[in-house]
Structure formats: structure tokens, C-alpha cells
């Protein structure tokens, strides 16, 4: 699983649009932690990709 800290809601919105227009959609977290903050997304192989409206913890 890859992870993407996008803080600002403007360019996180963008992103998941960005994914949803080149034909993802978002699935369930394995973790439900990613699905309050984030969107999770699947590659063909099997792959998690999140986008996660927060900043890396520091």
C-alpha cells in the first residue's frame, strides 16, 4: 500500500478526481482508519493506493 498525505482539501478533492476520471474507483480500507480521512483506490495487480486528507504526522 502507497500512501499520499495531501493536507489541503482543495488538492486532495483534485486527486481522487484525478484517479476517478482515469477509471478507479474507490474501494473499502482494509483498515477503516483510511476510509475516515481518505480514499483508497486498487491497481489491476491487486495494489492499494490512499489518498489521505491529512498531513504526515511529524
Not at 489491476?44 to 490512499?50: N, Q, T
Given at each position: 500500500?502507497?500512501v ?23 474501494v473499502?480500507?482494509f ?21 489521505q ?6
Open positions: 500500500m502507497l499520499f498525505y495531501l493536507p489541503s482539501a482543495e488538492e486532495w478533492q483534485a486527486a481522487v478526481d484525478r484517479m476517478e476520471a482515469a477509471g478507479f474507483s474507490p473499502p480500507a483498515n477503516v482508519y483510511w476510509d475516515r480521512q481518505g480514499r483508497t483506490f486498487e491497481d489491476p495487480d491487486g495494489y492499494r493506493i490512499v489518498i486528507n491529512a498531513a504526515w504526522p511529524a
